[in-house]
């Protein structure tokens, strides 16, 4: 059975950061690419982060030098940091599993709320 399940989410002040996992199992971890999408209230599902299974990343530009991702293949866990969150990084953040043209899973999600 495949899951994946993110955590870490929360309430953070602006300037503030939080570390999601989302663990994974029930595939090849390793060979999937992994990603974390956002949506926020009123708007479409965005790519935030993506790591291949090779480790190359590709960012959205509004989280590029704030954000980081990154993978564990000995634990099947990928890691979105995050840090100087804005209040427009309010979200519901999506934990992907891609093997492209083949097979993608997704999270249930994590809610984070970036306010003062």
């Known amino acids: 059975q495949v899951q994946l399940v993110e955590s870490g989410g929360g309430l953070v002040q602006p300037g503030g950061s939080l570390r999601l996992p989302c663990a994974a199992s029930?595939?090849?971890?390793?060979?999937?690419?992994m990603a974390w999408y956002r949506q926020a209230p009123g708007k479409e599902r965005e790519l935030v982060a993506l790591?291949?299974?090779?480790?190359?990343?590709n960012y959205a530009d509004s989280v590029k030098g704030r954000f980081t991702i990154s993978r564990d293949n000995a634990k099947n866990t990928v890691y979105l940091q995050m840090n100087s969150l804005k209040p427009e990084d309010t979200a519901v953040y999506y934990c992907?599993?891609?093997?492209?043209?083949?097979?993608?899973?997704w999270g249930q999600g994590t809610q984070v709320t970036v306010s003062s």
């Open positions: 029930g595939f090849i971890f390793r060979i999937y690419t």
């Open positions: 790591i291949t299974s090779g480790g190359n990343t």
């Open positions: 992907n599993g891609d093997l492209p043209g083949l097979k993608s899973y």
